[in-house]
């Protein structure tokens, strides 16, 4: 089955600076990958998808970026970042085959933005 | 747009009740339907997922059915026991293409067993 693992678990970050968010899949190879944002009262928000290596689409326009520079490996980023920015960021993965379709989620990410 | 509504936003029992928590989209075409419990400060965890095809699933004490007709989705939880505390949250899978999907949200409901 897989395993899904996200860093840093928690971090705090002065408005401005850079971010560099990161999720790894084991234990399955060329996975959907998806990152959400989750803000107190506004549920879970799908921020990106990509369906492969370099492959990836925006669902809103915002502050933040993601890459997929290996099969495996999903990376969110901003060059600046806003008091908005803060949140809980999860990484997500889906299991296809025979007809099934399922997301499993990592640990997620506490970003604070100061 | 797909919308995914849970009712309520939150619930408080008393340990060993029986419970139903509501989940309505607007979309009829889904392809399956996912419940999710989260703990505080936690990722999600999948509980039960139901095809569109199905009409129920079960795993020990929960039960989840699915009514695409009608754009409902209950899930149910027998003999409820304060560790079942948590957020419940109801997920439909959409096509965006081939036989990739994405997953609606609705906003959770908040649920308190008291011993």
């Known amino acids: 089955s897989q395993t899904i693992h996200q860093w840093p678990a928690t971090l705090v970050q002065p408005v401005g600076s850079p971010l560099s968010l990161e999720c790894t899949v084991e234990g399955t190879s060329n996975p959907n990958l998806y990152w959400y944002r989750q803000a107190a009262g506004r549920g879970l928000q799908l921020l990106f998808y990509s369906i492969g290596i370099d492959q990836i689409s925006s669902e809103v326009p915002q502050n933040l970026s993601a890459s997929r520079p290996q099969d495996r490996q999903f990376i969110l980023s901003s060059k600046k970042l806003l008091l908005s920015d803060s949140g809980f960021y999860l990484c997500?993965?889906?299991?296809?085959?025979?007809?099934?379709?399922?997301?499993?989620f990592g640990p997620g990410t506490r970003l604070t933005v100061t | 747009k797909q919308e995914v509504t849970q009712i309520p936003a939150a619930l408080s029992v008393p340990e060993g009740e029986n419970l139903v928590l509501n989940c309505s989209f607007t979309d009829s075409a889904i392809y399956n339907l996912q419940w999710f419990r989260q703990d505080p400060g936690k990722g999600l965890t999948s509980l039960l997922l139901i095809q569109s095809s199905q009409r129920e699933q079960t795993s020990g004490r929960l039960n989840a059915s699915l009514d695409k007709s009608s754009g409902r989705s209950t899930l149910y939880i027998a003999a409820s026991q304060p560790g079942d505390s948590a957020t419940y949250l109801c997920?439909?899978?959409?096509?965006?293409?081939?036989?990739?999907?994405?997953?609606?949200f609705g906003k959770g409901t908040l649920l308190t067993v008291n011993p």
């Open positions: 997920a439909a899978a959409f096509s965006y293409g081939g036989s990739n999907y994405k997953l609606t």
């Open positions: 997500a993965c889906c299991v296809k085959g025979q007809g099934s379709y399922e997301q499993y």
